[in-house]
């Protein structure tokens, strides 16, 4: 008997495809073309922006009947057991398959930014905590620990990573970020997407494209960058994510470059993504960003209008519910006002994801039976990051590590709150806000418990003083006193993390400028006029201005949200039992108005006597000091000249000096002394972590290509210039060791999708000193 070709698996994935299509009505194409929301708050505590106006109801027997492109969120909507969240997934798909004519069930999505986003899932380290360890491998590990648990209860498709670039630190955001370079983020977040993918769930890059470079730091505001930032910063880590990680999903940004939103740009998703970087994957929206499209951006009329632009700029899946790509637009398409070609092209972009991921086959969701989404495994590497992740900023005066039989007065709003080591895309703080009588279901301990553990000789005290926000400085007096009668007062100030407006960090939780929230500040100074020793430690989505406490702390120590381990990690660096060994991610300020910066400045964006304001940072990017001490020596370099598109090599032997483990960050710098258009001073184009025991010596070997001094011309492509250049290798970005100049020579260079993206690096033994 013969089979019917698109359920033939002896076929090419778009050979079944092709022929399904001709078997599908107009309805049955659309309906692989958006997704429901089951569930989805209507009373203004949601999750997305506009979620209270934008959400329609459906009956889900009758939307069913045509098939379904996705189901959104059913772990990240509400508590729910994660076997009985399994089950009752499994059986959504069975009546998709069963009340459908073609049987084929939706692709199942869910938040996965920072862990599973779903109850008594692992809540891991926030991105900007995963730049600040500079290890791709770790990050690697925690994306397939993820992408096992999303695989275990029946999900595809992850909306992670963000590879959204920092470009002012007061945007919300920016806890989601990985940091404020471009490799940075794009080789940590390309260790994410292959994590991901290599568990068989769908990467999906976010947000393309310039989301984060809105006009004064403003969530969804317009962007403003020119054509050179949107090239050279903006969009390389996608790029790379796509071409070395392998994502098979991108998600549309909500904002509009120039007067065009992402959502609407044909030149952008098709003519960028897909004919020149070869992109053969889906494009899902935002949510609710393509009905944006008329209620925010007003370049539609019309939800039909809305959809039109969308699917001509080339977006595949309307997320995270029905409200555009249904009957408005199959109305639209009958009535001859929208291609039906439009609707074949991105329902066969979806049918051939779902046939690679088996759903064309009646592929069954797994087996429900115990299910943990927060197994020890998970909690060690959970821990491992955290432990890496945590950034000594300074210990003038070696308070730390704390003695471990010292009185020490516990202080601060983030001393003892659970939700003081989450991000805002962590389930507790994501969604448990809206049920809270629902226990948080995984262990948090707070870094009050977790250093009465830590130090169980110690006298310790605690009091909160603040709050994180608010003016209220009615607990100033009993902090002060607790810190007036210790040795040691550990000041635990910071973020709580929320959703538009509900907390001092996250989505929608964009700053006025870089002070701390609330009080704390004040509260900060009441505990340094005691004279008692203070150790600031901060848990924040973002860094803040601490030059008015220059030279006043004994130590400073900061932690992005450091996830559910963070207690334990933050408590092990303070007693030494963990060695510290972060690196800033993104620069910390001076003063709170000194911004927005990076420190990817050309030399009229750094300090100079045309202007009175100093925009240098009082840590810069790539800092992070140890409790050892290691010694750079022993540098060479290649030949002073290579071809434009030739090769050079670097290196340097490091050796651990001190007496303890420790790990230190090799950062390789680009310095391009003159250009034909203006270039950041320096940026980081490569780096390797070391791992060294006491005595032990590793030598790291760097190729630099040509192709990463490549940056957008006048002429408004990627050229590499022949000229002088200069390679340095530090400590951060401020800090160089050991520099090499090298000539390119040759004629100016075009490149392209082909060039080289990363530096290479080798690492080798070395002997043991006599």
């Known amino acids: 008997m013969s089979t019917t070709p698109w359920r033939d698996t002896s076929l090419p994935a778009d050979v ?35 979620q209270h106006d934008m959400t329609e109801t459906h009956a889900w027997d009758e939307v069913i009947t045509r098939g379904l492109g996705q189901i959104t969120r059913s772990f990240g909507t509400a508590p729910v057991e994660p076997a009985l969240g399994a089950m009752a997934l499994a059986r959504a798909q069975q009546q998709i398959a069963e009340s459908s004519r073609f049987g084929i069930p939706a692709i199942a999505h869910e938040e996965c930014l920072a862990g599973f986003t779903a109850w008594g899932a692992t809540a891991y380290p926030v991105p ?119 994502a098979r999903s991108v998600m549309a940004a909500y904002n509009e470059t120039d007067g065009v939103p992402a959502s609407a740009d044909p030149a952008l998703l098709t003519g960028l993504l897909r004919d020149r970087w070869g992109f053969t994957g889906t494009v899902v929206s935002d949510y609710f960003g393509i009905g944006f499209l008329e209620t925010l951006h007003k370049v539609a009329d019309s939800p039909a209008g809305a959809a039109h632009a969308a699917l001509a700029a080339g977006i595949d899946v309307e997320l995270p519910t029905l409200r555009c790509y249904g009957e408005a637009l199959t ?31 009646g592929a069954a969701s797994p087996a429900a039976e115990t299910i943990d989404l927060d197994s020890r495994g998970n909690r060690d590497l959970a821990r491992r990051i955290a432990e890496a992740s945590v950034v000594l900023l300074a210990n003038p005066t070696g308070a730390l590590p704390l003695a471990p039989d010292t009185r020490i007065a516990v202080v601060g709003p983030r001393s003892h709150d659970p939700l003081a080591m989450l991000g805002c895309y962590s389930f507790p703080s994501h969604v448990g806000p809206n049920h809270p009588d629902h226990p948080v279901g995984i262990e948090i301990p707070t870094l009050w418990e977790s250093l009465r553990t830590e130090l169980p000789d110690a006298k310790l005290t605690h009091a909160e003083g603040c709050d994180t926000t608010g003016d209220d400085t009615s607990g100033f007096a009993e902090a002060v006193a607790r810190a007036t009668e210790a040795d040691v007062c550990v000041a635990v100030l ?61 130590a400073t ?42 420190y990817l400045q050309p030399p009229l964006g750094l300090v100079g006597e045309v202007s009175n304001l100093d925009p240098t940072p009082l840590y810069p990017f790539g800092h992070g000091e140890s409790y050892t001490t290691f010694v750079w020596d022993d540098f060479t370099a290649s030949e ?21 483990e420790g790990a230190e960050v090799v950062q390789l710098y680009l310095h391009d002394p003159v250009a034909q258009v203006t270039r950041p001073d320096v940026r980081l184009i ?30 408004g492509h990627r050229v590499v210039e022949p000229g002088a250049l200069e390679l340095r290798l530090g400590y951060s970005s401020a800090r160089t060791l050991h520099t090499t100049r090298l000539t390119l020579t040759g004629p100016e260079r075009s490149v392209g999708t082909d060039r080289e993206l990363l530096c290479a690096a080798e690492v080798t033994e070395v002997a043991p000193a006599d």
């Open 16 to 50: 079944r495809v092709e022929d399904l299509l001709g078997r599908m009505t107009l309805e049955e194409k659309t309906a692989q073309l958006y997704g429901i929301w089951v569930g989805a708050a209507t009373d203004g505590g949601g999750v997305a922006p506009h």
């Open 128 to 246: 900007l905590a995963w730049g600040a360890t500079f290890d791709p491998s770790l990050v690697e590990e925690m994306a397939r620990r993820i992408g096992h648990d999303l695989a275990s209860v029946g999900v595809h498709q992850g909306l992670a990573p963000v590879l959204d670039v920092v470009r002012d630190l007061r945007w919300g955001r920016v806890e989601e970020t990985i940091g404020e370079d471009p490799y940075l983020v794009g080789t940590i977040g390309t260790a994410y997407v292959r994590g991901l993918e290599s568990a068989g769930i769908i990467a999906t890059l976010k947000h393309f494209a310039g989301y984060a470079s809105s006009a004064g730091a403003r969530n969804l505001a317009p962007v403003r960058a020119g054509v050179r930032e949107f090239a050279d910063v903006t969009l390389p880590p996608f790029e790379l994510a796509l071409r070395e990680g392998g």
């Open 331 to 361: 109305s639209a398409v009958r009535a001859g006002g929208i291609p039906e070609s439009l609707v074949d092209t991105a329902a066969r972009r979806v049918l051939i994801q779902k046939c690679e991921l088996g759903l064309l086959d």
């Open 494 to 554: 910071g973020d709580r993390a929320g959703l538009f407006g509900r907390g001092s960090s996250g989505e929608g939780c964009d700053a006025a400028d870089l002070s701390l929230p609330g009080v704390q500040a004040e509260l900060l100074d009441a505990l340094t006029a005691t004279g008692t020793p203070v150790v600031l430690v901060l848990l924040t989505g973002r860094p803040y201005a601490l030059g008015r406490w220059d030279g006043r702390l004994a």
């Open 557 to 598: 120590v900061q932690a992005f949200f450091p996830g559910e381990e963070g207690g334990p990690a933050v408590s092990g660096v303070l007693s030494g039992r963990v060695n510290p060994s972060g690196r800033l991610p993104v620069s910390v300020p001076r003063e709170p108005g000194g911004q927005p910066w990076t």
């Open 640 to 660: 002073a000249e290579t071809a434009t598109d030739g090769t050079h090599d670097i290196a340097v032997t490091v050796r651990n000096t001190g007496t303890r």
């Open 686 to 715: 490569g780096y390797q972590r070391l791992e060294l025991a006491p005595g032990q010596a590793r030598r790291v070997s760097f190729r630099f290509h040509g192709d990463l001094s490549a940056f957008t011309g006048r002429a």
